[in-house]
């Protein structure tokens, strides 16, 4: 009996590990998002209710079928759950039936989209791509801290400058806070706010040049930076072999320099 258990786990860990598996599965995330794109246009979802609904019942039970087969693959059980992959999977599969009725069908919309995310898990590319960028977070801490303080000092500082003759801008900390944000993502700031303001304050570009260039072009760079190298970082952790295969290289390299240089100083004494 268990010999036979054994040779169904193996079936079906080979087939859930087979590339046509993962192109079936993606196949049905691009469905289902297709899908909850269409329920957005209510001339289309209103009078074809009840197909949206079955067709999302179906896909629903057809992932939960694919996330039950891959638990069944994995000896011994618990260690399916070892991945926080599996454990997003699992959770936004079991919620789309805990939150089925008619009191949660808000939830179970926003629930569908999710489900679209479920092309990081499937896609092995994806996956290592978020696995290191979450990777970053600890390393991004001091420089959003140190943002967050040149944030704050300007807007305390613009409010107190501007915040009479622009209150609409500049009327307390929170308004600041936003234009702030608007400025250093440099969309349509020089219109809207740097150019009228300039009317009643003439010297108030030093203000808004100043956070550019801090703001924008050191911190973002800064964080761009960070993020750049700890994701090449866990690309070159993610391959070992292609990492050693470079170490190896180097050594080479600085052996025959090394046996030049030997030759070079044996001629040199004769």
């Given at each position: 009996m268990s010999e036979r258990k054994s040779y169904w786990r193996q079936r079906i860990a080979f087939f859930t590990e087979h590339r046509n598996f993962t192109i079936i599965v993606m196949s049905l995330i691009f469905i289902n998002a297709v899908v909850v794109g269409m329920e957005t246009y209510r001339?289309?979802?209103?009078?074809?209710?009840?197909?949206?609904?079955?067709?999302?019942?179906?896909?629903?039970?057809?992932?939960?079928?694919?996330?039950?087969?891959?638990?069944?693959?994995?000896?011994?059980?618990?260690?399916?759950?070892?991945?926080?992959?599996?454990?997003?999977?699992?959770?936004?599969?079991?919620?789309?039936?805990?939150?089925?009725?008619?009191?949660?069908?808000?939830?179970l919309r926003v629930l569908r989209v999710l489900r679209v995310l479920r092309a990081v898990t499937v896609i092995p590319s994806l996956r290592r791509l978020v696995d290191a960028m979450m990777r970053?977070?600890?390393?991004?801490?001091?420089?959003?801290?140190?943002?967050?303080?040149?944030?704050?000092?300007?807007?305390?500082?613009?409010?107190?400058?501007?915040?009479?003759?622009?209150?609409?801008?500049?009327?307390?900390?929170?308004?600041?806070?936003?234009?702030?944000?608007?400025?250093?993502?440099?969309e349509?700031?020089?219109?809207?706010?740097?150019?009228?303001?300039?009317?009643?304050?003439?010297?108030?570009?030093?203000?808004?040049?100043?956070?550019?260039?801090?703001?924008?072009?050191?911190?973002?760079?800064?964080?761009?930076?960070?993020?750049?190298?700890?994701v090449e970082r866990a690309a070159d952790e993610d391959d070992p072999s292609e990492n050693a295969a470079r170490k190896k290289d180097i050594e080479d390299l600085h052996t025959e320099v090394r046996e030049l240089k030997e030759m070079i100083k044996s001629k040199n004494d004769d």
């Open positions: 001339e289309l979802y209103i009078p074809y209710a009840d197909w949206f609904h079955l067709i999302d019942r179906i896909l629903l039970w057809v992932f939960t079928i694919e996330i039950a087969m891959r638990m069944i693959a994995v000896k011994p059980f618990h260690l399916f759950f070892r991945s926080g992959w599996n454990w997003f999977d699992f959770l936004i599969i079991a919620a789309g039936h805990l939150f089925a009725g008619a009191h949660f069908v808000t939830v970053t977070i600890p390393s991004l801490f001091n420089i959003l801290f140190l943002m967050g303080l040149i944030f704050y000092i300007y807007a305390v500082i613009g409010t107190m400058l501007y915040g009479t003759v622009f209150p609409e801008y500049f009327g307390n900390l929170q308004r600041s806070l936003l234009t702030l944000f608007q400025t250093v993502t440099l349509s700031w020089t219109e809207a706010v740097l150019r009228p303001l300039l009317e009643m304050e003439p010297l108030s570009w030093i203000y808004f040049i100043s956070f550019v260039l801090v703001g924008t072009f050191l911190l973002f760079n800064l964080l761009i930076g960070v993020i750049v190298n700890n």
